[in-house]
């Protein structure tokens, strides 16, 4: 967890009880129930298992509350939906119409001889749930990748000092949707609670509330006050809008439109987000450059299509989306629309791939990103050993490294090429002959794109 919310955690004391005890109206009690997780506690937990004082002597009061999912076909026209903490598979055979698909997000499991606590299994099915273990004895240490390709998913559950436990939101909002719409699967969060006290500071003639809400139970007797109840929790409290600020432009209109953070494939609409190059350091600090994809440093299989020129950095907006919102948040602040004089978005090659479908897009590579693309099919895993990457050199020691590494995986030398003028300035400075203020910065490039073109040309002949 982000250190900056774990110190605002460690600072924030909520009491559960005193909210409670403010109160002198049952009908106040759906108030209490809502605003415990309308105020946001920290950004992406919400409370999910509440458990504060003892019921004990003549100053006794508890709290308790459990969150559960429950299916919108079902009515809450009762407390105690579920058994507390148990995982059941329901018997279709011997089900009631108040019974089904009702679940406790958090349950037990036996370890060593003893229960800790853990998300419901019916929800680790997920690909993007990963356990480590068990925390303090206490409970499953698990993670969820939360975003496309996260590198570190966040925690499942964070636990304060007072064995509070809250759950990550963005975990259950694959499950609640809204019932309007046609995404599925829709369930509802609903908190059950317990509250007791000597203290009768409630005063009721009704001994239960039933709406649209849920179910509030009351009793009451000359020593305390006793409260349950079930409370729906509204959908907003989970769902987040994940907008960045940033500009996109529409594939089909041309227009500048809002960023939509849902969009993966493209299937429906798609668009352009353009960077100016000084994100080239950063995603290079992440991924290696090759061809036209970012491949993610630390697991290779994570791969986003990219488009990068001298002057700029064109994603297409679903491939934006599956970047983790660490980078997202180092790289928006370079976002921008080119100028109208700048209509080429993107490169031959992957407008032939996207755009017209073809198999044969290697063939419209330019030749830095086709040396790139031949490395990758016959040297890759060597090539990352030697932590080689498509980069536009700035200054000649970069193109000087990059010739090294490529004659060491290739072992196509300088020397096996007609030396011409060019080879032969591509030999001194590889050879650390060649002074830097004989050559400017386009003399550099258009060495470096001869020096590609050329070493392609003979991996394409082995290769065939």
Known sequence: ?????????????????????????????????????????????????INEGKFIGEDGKDFYLKLVLMHQNNKINRTWLLNNLIFNLPDP??????????????????????????????????????????????YVEAYFNSEYHERQGQPIF????????YILKELLSDYVN??????YPKYELVAEFEYRNTNKHIVSDISEIRNEKGFIDFNSNEKNIWVRGSIRIPLKEIKSENHRNIQVIDLGIGHIRIHNPSNYTGDKEDGFVVFKK??????????????????EKENNGNRILVDYFEDKVVLWEGEYNKLPNEIKDKIDVFNYVPSDEDKELISPAMYTMQIEGSWNWDEKLLPDKKLAYEIKSMF??????????????????????FIRKIERLTDIKLENFNLVKDVRSLIQIRDSELKEERLQRVDILELYMKYCHAVAKRLENVRK
């Open 158 to 165: 964070f636990v304060n000092n007072d064995d509070n436990y």
């Open 1 to 49: 967890m982000d250190i900056r919310l774990k110190v605002r955690w460690e600072k924030m004391q909520y009491d559960f009880l005193n909210k409670f005890e403010n109160i002198s109206k049952l009908e106040e009690v759906f108030d209490v129930i809502e605003n415990i997780f309308r105020e946001n506690f920290v950004n992406a937990y919400i409370p999910s298992l």
């Open 178 to 183: 809204e019932p309007q719409s046609n995404v």
């Open 93 to 138: 055979d011997h089900m009631d119409e108040e019974s089904p698909f009702l679940y406790n997000l958090i349950v037990y499991r036996n370890y060593k001889n003893k229960k800790i606590y853990q998300l419901h299994p019916l929800l680790t099915n997920d690909e993007r749930y990963v356990e480590y273990g068990v925390a303090n004895n206490k």
């Open 380 to 401: 890759f895993e060597r090539a990352i050993d030697m932590q080689l990457s498509f980069l536009y050199p700035e200054q000649l020691i970069d193109l000087q490294n």
């Open 278 to 295: 000084e994100v080239i350091k950063i995603l290079t600090q992440f991924y290696y450059l090759y061809d036209i994809e970012l491949i």
